[in-house]
């Protein structure tokens, strides 16, 4: 069973693209990506901890309508 580990922003933008996200927008204070007609806001640290990462992906999942899992997350790399 795979772990949730750290992730750099540039992994998280391509996984990101690998789902169906578009671009890398700028915003009036962040980036975004779209997801047909939904907005995900982009942080713009390096690296994204494990609760900042969950957190994000919960919205993708939210967005999206189904599940990510760590091995799935993992498989997008």
Known sequence: MSRWNPCK??????????????????????????????????????EYSVPQLRMMLREVEAITGRQITAEEWDKLS
């Open 9 to 46: 922003r540039s992994d998280f933008i391509r996984r990101l693209r690998q789902l169906g996200f578009e671009g890398l927008y700028s915003g009036a204070k962040h980036q975004f990506m779209i997801y047909q007609q939904h907005r995900l806001t982009i942080p713009s640290n390096s």
